[in-house]
């Protein structure tokens, strides 16, 4: 039997693999999210100074991949043995195994949140089309999540790629057909986009970035725009119970903004898994045929 045909008749291997994988990844995920902010930033001080006219300060290299990965504190540089999913993390109890400084617990968080999901969708979708993108856009969602937390952005490098991914395996109908998820694309940025110019005129103020619509738009390629209602109505419910819980326990500035974008895409999660479950039990609790 070729591999193949090895995952299509035992979904175990597949769900191993999936989850081995998934950490794996997670552990690059955890690269992206430290250096992609950074690299826009550098990008844009970059534009700034070719508009001004200044000459362009010479900086080393900066990318997914160069330079290794080091510790902040001491610059010891990180071996591969130091960077095994999770286990590294373990083994050297949370502490750089040069300076002794501790290490972020969100590194094997973001590894394990990765790996637990994608065998999950692995389970969930067995071994096809649907299963195969569904990790991916789970990864997507756990990078945005995290950025979108640290930074309050939502990068396009991202969120578009994202949007377009989800209308190619739609091509095949993976979790609905193409011209459902071009009506989600279109419908889920221009929603978000109407309450964004609703809410600055009734206020003045910017409720929500540019990075909330296009992301909404991703997640309406992937699932169509069925879907949007569902997502919406879930981040907005966690994202207000969140919010209130923000002020209210820990004393959070109501000026301070608070990220949308980890609510969509937790609300994309559900959707991606029970969505369809969610939706009948709404519309049978409603009586609506």
């Known amino acids: 039997m070729t591999l193949i045909q090895d995952l299509q008749a035992f979904s175990t291997l597949f769900i191993s693999l999936a ?9 690059f995920l955890n690269v992206v999210i430290h250096r992609l902010p950074k690299m826009m930033e550098r990008e844009w001080r970059a534009q700034c100074e070719d508009l001004s006219g200044a000459e362009r300060s010479k900086l080393e290299p ?11 504190h001491c610059s010891h540089q990180i071996s591969a043995l130091e960077n095994i999913p999770v286990i590294s993390f373990l083994f050297l ?4 195994n040069g300076c002794g400084a501790p290490i972020s617990s969100r590194y094997p968080i973001v590894e394990t949140v990765s790996g637990l999901l994608s065998a999950f969708a692995a389970w969930h979708f067995g071994f096809d089309i649907a ?3 569904a990790i991916i856009f789970i990864w997507a969602l756990i990078a ?5 937390l640290d930074t309050q952005l939502l990068p396009d490098d991202i969120t578009m790629p994202l949007l377009w991914i989800g209308l190619f395996f739609n091509l095949s109908n993976a979790f609905t057909s193409l011209p459902n998820a071009v009506i989600g694309a279109i419908g889920g940025y221009l929603i978000l986009w109407s309450v964004y110019w609703l809410f600055k005129l009734a206020t003045g103020k910017e409720g929500m ?21 569902l997502v919406i109505l879930l981040s907005s419910v966690v994202g207000a119970v969140v919010g209130i819980t923000l002020i209210v326990a820990v004393k959070h500035g109501r000026d301070i903004p608070i990220p949308f974008g980890p609510y969509l895409a937790g609300g994309g999660l559900i959707a991606l898994f029970w969505g ?3 939706t009948q039990s ?3 609790l409603f009586a609506v045929s």
Do not use: E, H
């Open 19 to 27: 989850g081995i994988f998934g950490l794996i990844v997670g552990s």
């Open 131 to 133: 299963g195969l993108s």
């Open 276 to 278: 369809n479950q969610l």
């Open 282 to 284: 709404y519309l049978q």
């Open 62 to 72: 900066y990318n997914l991949l160069i330079p290794r990965s080091a510790c902040p």
């Open 93 to 96: 109890r949370g502490k750089c």
């Open 144 to 148: 945005l999540t995290c950025i979108d």
């Open 209 to 229: 970035g540019y990075g909330d619509f296009k992301l909404l738009a991703a997640i309406g390629a992937w699932l169509g725009w069925q879907m949007l209602p």
